[in-house]
């Protein structure tokens, strides 16, 4: 009786060939599939030009102490009823009365055009959006006027 051992296959070229293609395949596709979520989820720009953001730097500085001066309190921007609220107060942790206020409504990623939001106060003494606020993720650019005083403000709504 004969035992019939196994025949053993040889490691060739052509094995160490398809690794190698194989693991530098799946090197490129990780890379694509990581580039492509890196492209549609952020454009990458902070500023447009960071040489002229540089020489403006030192006026915005002071445009913050300033604003710190009026003593005022944004709220964080809510969502009701569709709309953009938001509660502006004062020094005195009174409601801020008779102030205008603007927004421009940004996407964070860029999805979609900004748009020009404008506020009323109600009788809560929130401000409340006019326009109605698409869904998802915004930026909000504020600025709040009340007679010569002025603050610009940036709030994220979901």
Same mark, same amino acid.
């Given at each position: 009786?004969s035992?019939?051992?196994?025949?053993?296959?040889?490691?060739?070229?052509?094995?160490?060939?398809?690794?190698?293609?194989?693991?530098?395949a799946? $090197?490129?596709?990780?890379?694509?599939?990581?580039?492509?979520?890196?492209?549609?989820?952020?454009?990458?720009?902070?500023?447009?030009?960071?040489?002229?953001?540089?020489?403006?730097?030192?006026?915005?500085?002071?445009?913050?102490?300033?604003?710190?001066?009026? #003593?005022?309190? $944004?709220?964080?921007?809510?969502?009701?009823?569709?709309?953009?609220?938001?509660?502006?107060?004062?020094?005195?942790?009174?409601?801020?009365?008779?102030?205008?206020?603007?927004?421009?409504?940004?996407?964070?990623?860029?999805?979609?055009?900004?748009?020009?939001?404008?506020?009323?106060?109600?009788?809560?003494?929130?401000?409340?959006?006019?326009?109605?606020?698409?869904? #998802?993720?915004?930026?909000?650019?504020?600025?709040?006027?009340?007679?010569?005083?002025?603050?610009?403000?940036?709030?994220d709504?979901?």
């Amino acid at each position: 009786m004969s035992e019939k051992t196994p025949a053993v296959k040889k490691f060739t070229g052509y094995h160490a060939t398809a690794i190698i293609v194989a693991f530098f395949a799946v $090197v490129v596709v990780v890379n694509l599939v990581m580039a492509q979520f890196a492209l549609s989820t952020f454009s990458g720009t902070v500023v447009d030009n960071s040489y002229v953001a540089s020489q403006k730097y030192n006026d915005w500085l002071e445009q913050a102490r300033n604003q710190e001066e009026h #003593g005022w309190t $944004v709220s964080p921007a809510l969502r009701k009823a569709g709309k953009a609220s938001i509660a502006i107060t004062t020094g005195d942790g009174a409601p801020l009365q008779g102030a205008t206020m603007e927004a421009i409504a940004e996407h964070p990623i860029g999805q979609s055009d900004p748009f020009e939001i404008s506020f009323t106060q109600g009788a809560s003494g929130e401000y409340q959006s006019v326009q109605p606020l698409p869904e #998802g993720r915004w930026k909000l650019k504020i600025i709040i006027t009340q007679d010569d005083k002025n603050m610009r403000v940036v709030r994220d709504i979901w």
